[in-house]
């Protein structure tokens, strides 16, 4: 449902303009989950930032990010380039097609609105309905991602929630127009291990559940080998590896990868080959 092809992205430097994504190509499928991993400033981020269309207007692109239509009976599959698309349009993708989970909820949520209107707020705009139906959606939508007592905490500020009940209410934001495409950027980010568990675990019910597609982005090999299909390796901005995650963990071919799994405890990366579903952080 998504390919991207030959994606570079340029910021200004003193010396000229600088690479933080070179050329890279990589496609999802519907359904289907792909693990994006590499170490700090490897261009992860930037990579999901112009999926969903929200690069700094400083930065220069190439190549295409090319999104299916919904499929529409008797109708040919309709193929859009995101990095083509004005504002308006972004701001009609966003959402409806692409949700994003961003690393830091306490940062990405809105300190002055209840954990219901931010998640509310979404669904009013889009979908045009009344403010009771929308705080209803939205406490089914707590619901949904496990927040602890959801009638309560649905008028919760995001400092009166702990970090974990804070990225639900964003897993929670990023469902709430039901889109195609889920993008989670570093989801498990300062969350201690039971934590990242249950994270991973309602990403994992997510994309069964609801038929999405998904994007994870870790610098963590246990978070990708427990919850992606696919998996693509970056190193600098460049694609060094990819392929089936089973495949890229228990045979790497680019040294890169050979060092990522290396860096890891012996236990993680005793783990990683035999058993492609691990718990985050390697352990069972």
């Given amino acids: ?24 190509s990589v496609e999802v499928g519907r ?40 499929d529409i009976p008797g109708k040919d599959i309709l193929v859009r380039n995101i990095l083509a698309m004005g504002e308006h349009e ?6 409806r097609r692409i949700g994003m989970i961003f690393q830091e909820p306490m940062t990405a ?15 009013r705009l889009h979908r045009r309905i009344g403010r009771a139906e929308a705080r209803a959606e939205a406490l089914r939508l707590l619901d949904r991602v496990r927040i602890p007592d959801p009638s ?8 009166e929630m702990s970090g974990g009940q804070r990225q639900r209410v964003g897993i929670a934001i990023a469902l709430a127009l039901k889109p195609d495409l889920l993008i989670a950027d570093e989801p498990t980010t300062a969350l201690d291990v039971t934590v990242q568990k249950e994270i991973l675990d309602i990403l994992d019910e997510l994309v ?17 080998a427990r919850s992606t299909d696919r998996t693509l390796v970056m190193c600098r901005g460049r694609a060094v590896e990819a392929g089936p995650t089973e495949t890229v963990l228990r045979h790497p071919t680019a040294q890169y990868t050979r060092d990522l799994i290396a ?22």
């Avoid at 972004?90 to 959402?95: A, E, H, S, Y």
């Avoid at 300190?111 to 979404?122: L, S």
């Avoid at 860096?263 to 069972?284: I, S």
């Fill in 152 to 159: 309560r905490r649905i008028d919760s500020y995001p400092h």
């Fill in 263 to 284: 860096a890891l405890p012996r236990r993680a990366r005793a783990g990683l080959g035999d058993q492609p579903r691990l718990a985050a952080g390697g352990t069972r």
């Fill in 1 to 24: 449902m998504l390919a991207i092809r030959n994606l570079s992205i340029a910021f200004p430097g003193p010396d000229g303009p600088v690479r933080v994504v070179d050329d890279v």
């Fill in 90 to 95: 972004l701001c009609g993708l966003r959402g």
């Fill in 208 to 224: 069964a559940d609801l038929g999405l597609s998904l994007i994870l982005i870790s610098h963590d090999l246990g978070v990708i």
């Fill in 109 to 123: 949520l809105n300190p002055a609105m209840t954990a219901g209107q931010q998640i509310a707020e979404g669904i």
């Fill in 31 to 70: 359904g289907e989950s792909l693990g994006i991993v590499g170490e700090s400033g490897s261009g992860k981020s930037m990579l999901s930032l112009a999926t969903i269309g929200l690069l700094p207007k400083s930065a220069r692109t190439s190549g295409e990010i090319l999104l299916e239509s919904k």
